[in-house]
C-alpha cells in the first residue's frame, strides 16, 4: 500500500508541477482584472496542490523507511532532494509574486510573477517529479548510490542554470513589451519542426534502449578472460590453478545403491474435473514418479528425452549435490537435447522432503508437469501410518484456464485414516504463486521446512500455513474420529471445492477455516545449537534490494524484476572462497514476493523484519520474501562451483531476478544463450 501511494504521488507531483511550470513559463500579456486573476488564482491553487503532494511524498517515503531503511536510500538520495528543494525555492520565490498578482490582477503585476525568481522553481520542481517518477517506475537505483546521486544532481543543477540564464533574458523584453512574435505560418512550421525532431529522437532513443537490452545469443557464467566480470560473452577463463565444474561431480566409480530412469515425454492427462492438460511429463506422469532414497546413498538417474523440440535437464532442489550434477544446463551441464540421454549420480547428505524438476525454460517445462517428489528417509525414519505427497500445483487447460489443483486433483479429494493413525502430509508448492493453506478439525505439528527438521514442534491451530514456490513444508497430527480437511485458501470461494478430505471412511464434511493469522516459522519449536549466528564473523555481506520496473529488456518493453537495480546478466553476482562465513540481506520492494533459492546449499534465517530467531534453528533453501520484508540469512561456502541464486517464480527469473555465487578459481566450458540451447532460468 504504501509502495503504490508513493508511486501515485510521484505521478501526481509530475502533473501537477509541470502544469504549473507550463502556465507560469507563458508569455505576459494584457488580459482583464477578472480573466487576470483566475490566472493567477490557477496558479496558487496549482502550488497549494503541489506542495502538499510534496508532503504526501514525504510522508509515503517517511513511513516505508520506518519499515526498513534499504526501502528508501534510493529516494532519500535521490528523489526527495531533487523535488522538495526547489519546491521550497517555489514557495520563497513564487508565491509572493503569485499572490500580489491575484490581490492586483493587471499586465504589471502578471509581469513581476514571470520573473525568473518565480519561473525557474516550478520548472526546476516539475523536472525534479519526473526524476522521482523516472527513478520509481523506470530506472530503480539501489546502493552504490553516490555516483547515480552526483549525476542526477549535477544535471538538475545544470537544467537550472539553463532555465534561470533563459528566463533573465526573456522577462526584461517582456517588462519593455518588445516582443516580436513571427507571423502564423513561421510558428506553424517551427511546430511541426520541433516534433517531427522530437519524434525522430524519440524513436533513435526507443530502438537504440530496445537493441542494447538484448541478450547475447552465448554468454559463460564463468569469469572471463577478458575482464569483462561474472557474465561476459567472451571466452571462459581456465589456466592453472582453476578447477572445472566438469570435475565436480558425484562418484563415479562406485556401484549406485539406487537407480532409476526419467523419460520426459508428451502426454495427455486428465485432471479429477475431466479436463484435460496438454503436459509434459516423466515417465508419463504428472508428477513424476516419487523418487525415494536413504540418506548417504549413491543415486543414479538417468534422464532420457523423448520431447520432440525442446531440450531439457533435472535440477535436485534442495539437495547440495556437487556442483556438477547440479542441472543447470549452461553452467553445470549441456541440456539434454531431444533423443538425449544425461546420467546424474550423488549421494545426498540431507534428509527430508525435496523435490527435482527440469531447469531448462523452468517457467514451461515446470509448469507443464516436468517435476516430482525426491523424498530421502533418514538412517532411522520416524514412522507414520501414512505417507503422503500433495503438490500444489496450476494447470493450463486446452480451454487456457489455470487451473489449481492437489497433484491432478482438480476438486475435493477424500483419503482415508483410521483414527489413531499418524499422519504426515508432505506440501509442496510447485506453482509460481504463494500458497496459502488451512488444516481444518486436528492441531498439528509442523516437523520439517523445506526438508529439514524443525527442533521441537509443538501443536498449531488456527494458522495458515504460507508456502512459497518452491517451498516444502512437512504437517503430522494424530487423526481424530472426525474429518480433517486441507484447503488451499489464497482463493478461498473456489477452494470449496478443492482440497483433501480425510476420515475414517472416506466421507464426511468438514468446512475450511479461513485463519487470519500466519504461521511464523522463525517463532515456532524450541531454540537448538547452530554451527553459527548473528553474532559470527563473516567474510562477507552482501544486501540485495529487489524491485519491479518498467524498461526494455532482450528487446521488448516489459515489466522486469530486479537486482540492486540490475536485471540477468548484469545483475550482481557473488564470489565466495572455499570456508567462508557468508550473510545475505534480501529487502523486497517490489510488487510481489520473491522465492528466493540458493543452489547447492541451505541457508540458516537469523531474522525476519529485524526480529531474531527465537524458535527453532530455521534452515532453508528457498526463502519467500514477501511483498515489505527484510530477510537475513546466513550460510556456509562449503560446496565449491558455480550456483545460481533466483526468484522461483519463472517468469520473474527469465525477466533478470537471476544471479550467481561463484567460488574463487571455479570455471565452466559451457555456455547460455538463444544460440547454445541452453537456457538456465
Not at 82 to 91: C, E, G, N, Q, W
Not at 268 to 274: D, F, I, K, N, P
Given at each position: 500500500?504504501?509502495?503504490?501511494a508513493?508511486?501515485?504521488?510521484?505521478?501526481?507531483?509530475v502533473?501537477?508541477w509541470?502544469?504549473?511550470?507550463?502556465?507560469?513559463?507563458?508569455?505576459?500579456?494584457?488580459?482583464s482584472?477578472?480573466?487576470?486573476?483566475?490566472?493567477?488564482?490557477?496558479?496558487?491553487?496549482?502550488?497549494?496542490?503541489?506542495?502538499?503532494?510534496?508532503?504526501?511524498?514525504i510522508?509515503?517515503?517517511?513511513?516505508?523507511?520506518?519499515?526498513?531503511?534499504?526501502?528508501?536510500?534510493?529516494r532519500?538520495?535521490?528523489?526527495?532532494?531533487a523535488?522538495?528543494?526547489?519546491?521550497?525555492?517555489?514557495?520563497?520565490?513564487?508565491?509572493?509574486?503569485?499572490v500580489?498578482w491575484?490581490?492586483r490582477p493587471?499586465?504589471?503585476?502578471?509581469?513581476?510573477?514571470f520573473a525568473?525568481?518565480?519561473?525557474?522553481?516550478?520548472?526546476?520542481?516539475?523536472?525534479?517529479?519526473?526524476v522521482?517518477?523516472?527513478?520509481?517506475?523506470?530506472?530503480?537505483?539501489?546502493?552504490?548510490?553516490?555516483?547515480?546521486?552526483l549525476?542526477?544532481?549535477?544535471a538538475?543543477?545544470?537544467?537550472?542554470?539553463?532555465?534561470?540564464?533563459?528566463?533573465?533574458?526573456?522577462w526584461?523584453?517582456a517588462?519593455?513589451?518588445?516582443?516580436?512574435?513571427?507571423?502564423?505560418?513561421v510558428?506553424a512550421?517551427?511546430?511541426?519542426?520541433?516534433l517531427?525532431?522530437?519524434?525522430?529522437?524519440?524513436?533513435?532513443?526507443?530502438?537504440?534502449?530496445?537493441?542494447s537490452?538484448?541478450?547475447?545469443?552465448?554468454?559463460?557464467?564463468?569469469p572471463?578472460?577478458?575482464?569483462?566480470?561474472?557474465?561476459?560473452?567472451?571466452?571462459?577463463?581456465?589456466?592453472a590453478?582453476?578447477?572445472?565444474?566438469?570435475?565436480?561431480?558425484?562418484?563415479?566409480d562406485e556401484?549406485?545403491?539406487?537407480?532409476?530412469?526419467?523419460?520426459?515425454?508428451?502426454?495427455?492427462?486428465?485432471?479429477a474435473?475431466?479436463?484435460?492438460?496438454?503436459?509434459?511429463?516423466?515417465?508419463?506422469?504428472?508428477p513424476?514418479?516419487?523418487?525415494?532414497?536413504?540418506?548417504?546413498?549413491?543415486?543414479?538417474?538417468?534422464?532420457?528425452?523423448?520431447?520432440?523440440?525442446?531440450?531439457?535437464s533435472?535440477?535436485?532442489?534442495?539437495?547440495?549435490?556437487?556442483?556438477?550434477?547440479?542441472?543447470?544446463?549452461?553452467?553445470t551441464?549441456?541440456?539434454?537435447?531431444?533423443g538425449?540421454?544425461?546420467v546424474?549420480?550423488?549421494?545426498?547428505?540431507?534428509?527430508?522432503?525435496?523435490?527435482?524438476?527440469?531447469?531448462?525454460?523452468?517457467?514451461v517445462q515446470?509448469?507443464?508437469g516436468?517435476?516430482?517428489?525426491?523424498?530421502?528417509?533418514?538412517?532411522?525414519?520416524?514412522?507414520?501410518?501414512?505417507?503422503?505427497?500433495?503438490?500444489?500445483?496450476?494447470?493450463q487447460?486446452?480451454?487456457?484456464?489455470?487451473?489449481?489443483?492437489?497433484?491432478?486433483?482438480?476438486?475435493?479429494?477424500?483419503?482415508?485414516?483410521?483414527?489413531g493413525?499418524?499422519?504426515r502430509?508432505?506440501l509442496?508448492?510447485?506453482?509460481?504463486?504463494?500458497?496459502?493453506?488451512s488444516?481444518?478439525?486436528?492441531?498439528?505439528r509442523?516437523?520439517?521446512?523445506?526438508?529439514?527438521?524443525?527442533?521441537?514442534?509443538?501443536?498449531?491451530?488456527?494458522?495458515?500455513?504460507?508456502?512459497?514456490?518452491?517451498?516444502?513444508y512437512?504437517?503430522?497430527?494424530?487423526m481424530?474420529?472426525h474429518?480433517?480437511?486441507?484447503?488451499?485458501?489464497?482463493?478461498?470461494?473456489?477452494?470449496?471445492?478443492?482440497?483433501?478430505l480425510?476420515?475414517a471412511?472416506?466421507?464426511?464434511?468438514?468446512?475450511?477455516?479461513?485463519?487470519?493469522r500466519?504461521?511464523?516459522?522463525?517463532?515456532?519449536?524450541?531454540?537448538?545449537?547452530?554451527?553459527?549466528?548473528?553474532?559470527?564473523?563473516?567474510?562477507?555481506?552482501?544486501?540485495?534490494?529487489?524491485?519491479n520496473?518498467?524498461?526494455?529488456?532482450?528487446?521488448r518493453?516489459?515489466?522486469t524484476?530486479?537486482?540492486?537495480?540490475?536485471?540477468?546478466?548484469?545483475?550482481?553476482?557473488?564470489?565466495?572462497r572455499?570456508g567462508?562465513?557468508?550473510?545475505l540481506r534480501?529487502?523486497?520492494?517490489?510488487?510481489?514476493?520473491?522465492?528466493?533459492?540458493?543452489?547447492?546449499?541451505?541457508?540458516?534465517?537469523?531474522?525476519?523484519?529485524?526480529?531474531?530467531v527465537?524458535?527453532?534453528?530455521?534452515?532453508l533453501?528457498?526463502v519467500?520474501?514477501?511483498?515489505?520484508?527484510?530477510?537475513?540469512?546466513?550460510?556456509?561456502a562449503?560446496?565449491p562451483?558455480?550456483?545460481?541464486d533466483?526468484?522461483?517464480?519463472?517468469?520473474?527469473?527469465?525477466?533478470?531476478?537471476?544471479?550467481h555465487l561463484?567460488?574463487?578459481?571455479?570455471?565452466?566450458?559451457?555456455?547460455?544463450g538463444?544460440?547454445?540451447?541452453?537456457?538456465?532460468?
Amino acid at each position: 500500500m504504501l509502495l503504490n501511494a508513493d508511486m501515485q504521488a510521484a505521478a501526481l507531483n509530475v502533473l501537477v508541477w509541470t502544469t504549473a511550470a507550463v502556465c507560469a513559463g507563458r508569455w505576459p500579456v494584457e488580459r482583464s482584472a477578472r480573466r487576470s486573476r483566475a490566472r493567477a488564482v490557477t496558479l496558487l491553487a496549482l502550488l497549494g496542490l503541489g506542495t502538499l503532494l510534496v508532503l504526501m511524498r514525504i510522508t509515503t517515503v517517511t513511513l516505508m523507511g520506518r519499515q526498513s531503511p534499504l526501502f528508501v536510500t534510493d529516494r532519500l538520495a535521490v528523489a526527495l532532494p531533487a523535488l522538495v528543494v526547489p519546491a521550497v525555492a517555489a514557495l520563497f520565490g513564487t508565491l509572493p509574486r503569485l499572490v500580489a498578482w491575484s490581490r492586483r490582477p493587471s499586465l504589471r503585476s502578471r509581469t513581476a510573477a514571470f520573473a525568473p525568481t518565480a519561473v525557474v522553481p516550478l520548472q526546476t520542481t516539475a523536472l525534479g517529479a519526473m526524476v522521482g517518477l523516472w527513478t520509481t517506475l523506470f530506472t530503480v537505483l539501489a546502493p552504490p548510490l553516490l555516483g547515480p546521486a552526483l549525476l542526477i544532481h549535477s544535471a538538475m543543477v545544470l537544467f537550472a542554470a539553463l532555465a534561470w540564464f533563459r528566463q533573465t533574458r526573456r522577462w526584461p523584453a517582456a517588462r519593455s513589451g518588445a516582443r516580436r512574435r513571427a507571423s502564423r505560418p513561421v510558428r506553424a512550421l517551427r511546430t511541426v519542426a520541433a516534433l517531427t525532431a522530437v519524434a525522430v529522437a524519440g524513436t533513435a532513443l526507443v530502438n537504440l534502449a530496445a537493441a542494447s537490452s538484448r541478450l547475447p545469443d552465448s554468454m559463460s557464467m564463468g569469469p572471463s578472460d577478458g575482464g569483462a566480470g561474472h557474465h561476459s560473452a567472451g571466452k571462459s577463463a581456465t589456466g592453472a590453478g582453476t578447477t572445472s565444474v566438469t570435475e565436480l561431480t558425484g562418484p563415479r566409480d562406485e556401484r549406485p545403491d539406487r537407480r532409476f530412469t526419467l523419460v520426459a515425454a508428451e502426454r495427455t492427462l486428465r485432471l479429477a474435473s475431466g479436463r484435460t492438460v496438454q503436459a509434459w511429463a516423466f515417465n508419463g506422469q504428472a508428477p513424476g514418479p516419487t523418487l525415494r532414497v536413504r540418506q548417504g546413498e549413491l543415486v543414479e538417474v538417468t534422464v532420457r528425452n523423448r520431447l520432440r523440440d525442446a531440450n531439457v535437464s533435472v535440477h535436485w532442489h534442495g539437495v547440495d549435490v556437487p556442483n556438477a550434477e547440479d542441472g543447470v544446463p549452461g553452467i553445470t551441464q549441456e541440456a539434454v537435447r531431444p533423443g538425449g540421454t544425461h546420467v546424474y549420480r550423488f549421494r545426498p547428505e540431507e534428509s527430508g522432503t525435496h523435490w527435482y524438476h527440469s531447469h531448462q525454460q523452468t517457467s514451461v517445462q515446470q509448469m507443464k508437469g516436468l517435476f516430482g517428489a525426491l523424498i530421502i528417509d533418514p538412517p532411522k525414519p520416524d514412522p507414520v501410518d501414512h505417507d503422503w505427497f500433495l503438490a500444489m500445483h496450476s494447470w493450463q487447460t486446452r480451454g487456457d484456464d489455470s487451473v489449481p489443483a492437489l497433484g491432478l486433483a482438480d476438486r475435493l479429494e477424500r483419503r482415508r485414516a483410521a483414527p489413531g493413525s499418524r499422519v504426515r502430509l508432505r506440501l509442496l508448492n510447485s506453482d509460481r504463486l504463494t500458497h496459502e493453506f488451512s488444516l481444518t478439525g486436528v492441531p498439528f505439528r509442523v516437523t520439517a521446512l523445506d526438508g529439514n527438521a524443525v527442533h521441537g514442534p509443538t501443536p498449531v491451530s488456527d494458522r495458515k500455513l504460507a508456502l512459497g514456490a518452491g517451498a516444502r513444508y512437512d504437517v503430522e497430527f494424530v487423526m481424530p474420529d472426525h474429518p480433517v480437511r486441507l484447503t488451499e485458501i489464497q482463493d478461498f470461494v473456489g477452494a470449496r471445492d478443492r482440497g483433501l478430505l480425510i476420515s475414517a471412511d472416506g466421507r464426511g464434511t468438514a468446512v475450511p477455516d479461513l485463519p487470519s493469522r500466519a504461521f511464523d516459522p522463525t517463532a515456532y519449536g524450541t531454540p537448538a545449537p547452530t554451527p553459527f549466528g548473528p553474532g559470527s564473523r563473516f567474510a562477507r555481506t552482501k544486501t540485495m534490494i529487489f524491485d519491479n520496473e518498467i524498461s526494455f529488456y532482450d528487446g521488448r518493453f516489459r515489466i522486469t524484476w530486479t537486482l540492486n537495480g540490475r536485471t540477468f546478466p548484469d545483475a550482481p553476482h557473488l564470489t565466495v572462497r572455499e570456508g567462508d562465513l557468508v550473510r545475505l540481506r534480501f529487502a523486497n520492494r517490489s510488487h510481489f514476493d520473491h522465492p528466493m533459492h540458493l543452489h547447492g546449499h541451505h541457508v540458516l534465517v537469523l531474522s525476519r523484519n529485524g526480529r531474531p530467531v527465537t524458535g527453532s534453528p530455521v534452515w532453508l533453501d528457498t526463502v519467500n520474501v514477501r511483498v515489505g520484508e527484510v530477510w537475513e540469512v546466513a550460510f556456509r561456502a562449503d560446496n565449491p562451483g558455480i550456483w545460481m541464486d533466483h526468484c522461483h517464480i519463472g517468469e520473474h527469473a527469465v525477466l533478470g531476478m537471476m544471479m550467481h555465487l561463484s567460488y574463487e578459481n571455479v570455471t565452466t566450458p559451457y555456455r547460455v544463450g538463444e544460440g547454445t540451447g541452453n537456457r538456465a532460468e
